[in-house]
């Protein structure tokens, strides 16, 4: 190739280059989250039941942190959702509900997978944390709407109860950036556990729906 | 100062009364708003941090270590050597000599080790007081940051390594991980919020939340019996999380102080505050 030829090629592409640094600058960084792990592998160290592999990001987790607080683009966030539903697994026997009673305690109870916790017992659910539940609970958080009469305002009907158990199951299915933790995808409470919430939310005897 | 410590022990035992029915009162609750405002202002001046407060002074002029000098006559927090005065309300900041961005705590962990000559592994084996047994840490961290009172926060990240911590700090602010999916956005990413009884502050960006929070750490926590810092605030938070142990001192830590620093910007500093 003639050198005034290569030169002309190579100038040729310097605007490329430059565009492309400062789009970079405008919209979050690719390697935003890269950026952030590295720095968070550094600054952490294994506890308890807290190892070093909790500071590793899933799809929904990475996607989810790259554009916040901006939404993530609709393409990406439609396929993550779509996973997100395809982990649901319905229960095993077919029956949604269990014992309310058992449900409530799951929702008082705010241990579980902290590096602070027995690892050997049960994880709660720690609904009052982030949603009204109930009229005698007035100690409950306001980052979840209420859920006060949930199931005396749906009714029981199979797939009421399929879409509350996918919920609890996988929130991520349904809003993708939801603050809701993927209880079971992620397996933070067993499917009997899950049961058990489900009746705090459907049982006509349940404070829920009184 | 006997006096003082007389008075602090009755409002003490008063809220320590004040606290039992706070966990068990549900009706007190409904009635007040703001049950934790109204616990807080029970304190009134009397915050139990100014005995902290003055073992930070006595540490801070005391002749420690191997290198046998005071910290007053070697550290310098970014305003000059020896320089308290408003030094808090500018940090995290960077430091030539050690050629990083550094908050309080790790700044005074240099002071202390490299200035002082003092065993890091002990210093940092006692970062966290308990009961008997108090950290040297707290005590100068109350010392230092009752010294920026009344100052405004203000960080111009004038140095690219502030500039680059900033950045960092907000990446880690949004990261999202762990068996629970949260990141620190996920209780602190709206105004007007609350977890179980306890407002949760906007720290996202910018605004009231963000200043009135940071202006008030460190702080004594009422419930621990101590003043704890930042770096033990956000370390608990990551707890929460689900996620590892935070290190003391380490970078995630710094650049996240400095992200919620920078957005607390011209808020006016009024620590050591007084916490649930």
Redesign the interface.
Known sequence: MHPLIRYVIVLAAVPVFTTAAVHAHKSPSPDRNAQAKAVMEASFQAKGQAGMDRLDQDKTQALCSLHAPAAPPAGAAAKVLAANQAMVKLPSDGKFLGDWKRGQAIAEEGKGEQYSDDPTKPSGGNCYACHELDKQQIAYGTIGPSLYHYGKNRGRSEPMLKLTWSMLYDMKGYTVCSAMPRFGSKGILTEQQLKDVMALLYDPDSPVNK | MRLKIGKLTFWLTIVAGAGTSLAGS?VW??TAPDPVAEYRAMFGDDNPAVLWTLRGQDLWKEVRGSKHVSLAKSCDLGMGTGIIKGAYAHLPRYFADTKKVQDMESRLLTCMVDGQGMDKAAILKNRFGEGDRKSDLEALAAYVVDASNGVAISLPLEHPEEKRAYA?GK??F??????????C???H??V???????Q?PDL??PGKDARDTYATWPAYRVSQGEVRTMEWRIGDC???Q??????YG????I?LTMFLAKNAEGGKMAAPGLKR
């Open positions: 549900l609750a409904q960092l990446a880690i949004f990261y999202r991980a762990g068996t629970h999916d949260f990141s956005a996920s209780c990413g709206q007007g919020k609350r977890i179980r009884l306890q949760l996202a960006g990551f707890r929460q689900r996620l590892p142990q935070l290190k380490s970078e995630a830590a650049d």
